[in-house]
């Protein structure tokens, strides 16, 4: 087994395999912290490890409830958490855009910055926006257009607290002011303190569904926070906020990101190193229930087919057959009586007694599932040539008609039948087959019945089924024929 496993692992597409997981793992780990809802991933991490170790103890019981009930809740997760699920998607093309980030140089930065605290001292709230690779239109609503050149005296007359849109947000995008008075989505998580207002959640809100850079100033406490993926910042000068921005700025104009530093740098490490660990768990785990060998005992039906026509089996024949399967667990699973059955090739049978054997080639066992024995494992079958005859079709009347009436004719559609025998069942001659029988003393006046054909033992229909039988009987007064 573990050489077997040590085979599986070291290959080329395994490697790829347990890489591409790794990294899918960390980036939706990455995502949901940044929205504040790392403990889903969590959760789901959970899940998968009770289900790799009920597979490895052969649980039957776990391992049917995950195999039966994972498709709901797949379906389940897309519906509650699409909006995470969307975010992540856009994250992983957002790399791929690129946008102009703001002008060179910090003169922009330093009027945001100066804006910024005059607005925390004087005191008078406000919300300032700067986008970054994901698109915002989604998240913003109302708003007014402006597309303005920045200045101190313009940013501090749209936050004054008699402008109509004073309590929306200020978009800041490719040195320019783009617009106004814009609503951001409330955050959904809990991390902010009681005491932060509405502000800061559409600030923590707008943060956490982007990667956007939202400042926000607070009228009460007179105070300047930063949001940005989703974490809340306090900003103590002027130099902090031209920082943040132009970092921002060089950050979200690159294709790739940006290198970090120090003890992110090695956290960052960690976590990919613990993401590569729990694929190797989780994928050994998925790779050695599939690799465990199991047995099982069915009840499959046989098939006879290709029985040249001028050919027909005598004597009885079995219908089903016990077979004993072995193989690995995952193809095992699907294995049922209802997808496998013995066929039973007679294309090349001659007559005389022939004995054919149950094998995998005829079970049409899937590669690595074998067949360890079956009862019975061989068929005997009595194979006789036949011959196609047409033969006519005589109605089988009993008794006579009422007192005074005599059968005058008696027709029959079909006239003839085609029929399927035995070539040494004894003379051909004369051969013809009967209706059911047709009681007389039953009969009033001229009628048409139809009736079913009785067949010599041991012969059949050339077209099955038998067609039925026509018979049309016409009745006249015995005192006019005698006439």
Request: charged share 20%; proline share 7%; glycine share 8%.
């Amino acid at each position: 087994m573990i050489t077997s496993f040590l085979h599986n692992i070291l290959g080329w597409r395994p490697l790829i395999d347990i890489t591409l997981i790794t990294l899918g793992m960390f980036f939706v780990y990455h995502t949901l912290r940044r929205l504040g809802t790392w403990k889903i991933f969590l959760g789901m991490v959970m899940a998968m490890l009770v289900y790799v170790a009920a597979n490895l103890l052969g649980l039957e019981g776990i391992t049917w409830i995950f195999s039966n009930l994972s498709h709901v809740a797949l379906i389940g997760i897309i519906i509650i958490f699409q909006p995470e699920i969307r975010k992540m998607l856009e994250s992983s093309v957002s790399p791929a855009r690129r946008e102009q980030g703001g002008p060179d140089g910090e003169e922009l930065p330093l009027l945001i910055a100066d804006s910024l605290f005059s607005l925390a001292q004087n005191p008078c709230g406000a919300i300032m926006v700067f986008p970054g690779r994901d698109p915002l239109e989604r998240f913003l609503t109302g708003g007014i257009s402006l597309n303005a050149d920045p200045s101190q005296e313009l940013i501090l007359s749209i936050f004054d607290t008699h402008s109509p849109g004073h309590d929306g947000a200020l978009l800041i995008r490719d040195g320019r002011l783009a617009g106004y008075g814009f609503r951001l989505p409330i955050s959904k998580s809990s991390r902010l303190p009681r005491e932060m207002g509405t502000r800061h959640h559409a600030g923590m809100g707008l943060s956490e569904t982007t990667d956007a850079l939202v400042f926000v100033v607070s009228e009460e406490r007179k105070t300047v926070t930063c949001f940005k993926n989703g974490k809340p910042t306090p900003v103590m000068n002027r130099q902090e906020a031209v920082e943040l921005i132009t970092g921002h700025w060089d950050a979200t104009a690159s294709y790739l990101p940006q290198q970090e530093k120090g003890a992110k740098k090695w956290a960052t490490s960690l976590e990919l190193v613990a993401a590569f660990i729990l694929t190797i768990f989780i994928w050994s785990g998925v790779v050695i229930g599939r690799m465990e060998i199991v047995e099982k005992g069915l009840v499959t039906p046989i098939v006879y087919v290709s029985l040249p026509s001028n050919n027909a089996l005598a004597g009885a024949k079995p219908t089903e057959t016990r077979v004993h399967l072995a193989g690995p667990k995952s193809q095992m699973d699907g294995m049922t009586a209802e997808n496998l059955r013995v066929r039973i090739d007679l294309s090349n049978a001659k007559p005389g007694k022939q004995t054919f054997f149950v094998s995998r080639e005829n079970l049409n066992l899937p590669k690595k599932v074998d067949l360890l024995d079956a009862d019975p494992s061989e068929i005997n079958l009595a194979i006789e040539e036949t011959v196609d005859i047409e033969v006519p079709v005589t109605p089988q009347l009993v008794g006579q008609p009422r007192q005074g009436m005599v059968v005058a004719e008696v027709a029959v559609k079909p006239q003839k039948v085609r029929v399927v025998m035995k070539k040494g069942d004894g003379a051909l001659e004369g051969l013809s087959v009967t209706t059911t029988p047709i009681y007389l003393d039953s009969l009033s006046s001229s009628t048409t019945l139809l009736c079913k054909i009785i067949a010599p033992p041991g012969s059949q229909p050339s077209d099955k089924p038998w067609p039925d039988v026509e018979v049309q009987i016409r009745l006249t007064p015995a005192n006019k024929t005698a006439e």
